[in-house]
């Protein structure tokens, strides 16, 4: 809602509307890819390999996920609410602007999505699942 309200308000205090650049874009979807990384080799290391993760690594991994959850949700509706907000201009400039912050939501939703996947590699088994195994 408020990524959605920010171009209107500034245009009204007679500012500029907020850009979303690239790089903004990018570091996002970087961010995805390192959680996305993190996850993948979490999971190999404590499901498929069955060794053993440092417990105080875990915490870790699981704080940096959980966080990574907050803030890629903050980012994804707001640069997606920015998306909205340039929805029925006309003009180059206001398709530039609608791909740049839709890019940016969605590259949000994916760091949202890379960071659950941290959190559930970060599991371990509990004695119920290690009797099965």
């Known amino acids: 809602m408020l990524g959605w309200l920010l171009r209107p308000l500034a245009l009204y205090a007679g500012h500029d509307a907020p850009r979303v650049g690239w790089l903004q874009v990018a570091v996002i979807a970087f961010l995805a890819l390192v959680l996305a990384g993190t996850a993948w080799v979490t999971w190999r290391e404590l499901q498929v390999q069955r060794g053993w993760l440092e417990p105080h690594h875990a915490v870790n991994r699981l704080l940096i996920a959980k966080s990574c959850v907050v803030v890629g949700a903050i980012l994804a509706g707001g640069y997606t609410g920015s998306a909205l907000s340039w929805l029925g201009i006309e003009g180059e400039a206001a398709l530039g602007h609608l791909l740049r912050a839709g890019s940016a939501g969605v590259a949000g939703v994916t760091c949202v999505a ?7 590699a970060c599991r371990v088994r509990g004695d119920d699942e290690a009797d099965l195994a």
């Open 114 to 120: 890379a960071a659950i996947w941290l959190e559930r």
